[in-house]
């Protein structure tokens, strides 16, 4: 899993580097790519939080249906924690919204 995250992150950089080497910087240029790194910045923070969120409530969910199974009574202190793990989606969209606010 790191070696394919460290392999996806570095054609990235990659990309990034490429489109960055190709562009002219004029002043409409300047404010088209300001716009673009805009627009992948709140996408990247959505969707690796979201991604983030989602092994979190899976590992979580599985252990508290786990924990609920054998005793039921730990219902109502188990799954508070799924929802603490939910909110981190949460965090990614509000700092999306304040990177094209902002």
Sequence with gaps: M???LFALS???????????????H???TVAVESAMWKYIAAALS????CVGGGL?????????MGAMAE???????ALPYVGLAEG???WGFLVA???LLL
């Design 2 to 4: 790191n070696k394919r």
């Design 71 to 77: 005793n039921p009574e730990l219902s109502g202190k």
């Design 56 to 64: 979190a409530v899976g590992k979580i969910g599985a252990a508290a």
């Design 97 to 99: 919204l304040l990177i």
């Design 46 to 49: 959505v969707g690796i939080a």
């Design 26 to 28: 004029s002043a409409a």
């Design 88 to 90: 981190i989606c949460l």
């Design 10 to 24: 570095f054609l990235g950089l990659a990309v990034a580097a490429g489109l960055a080497a190709q562009v002219d």
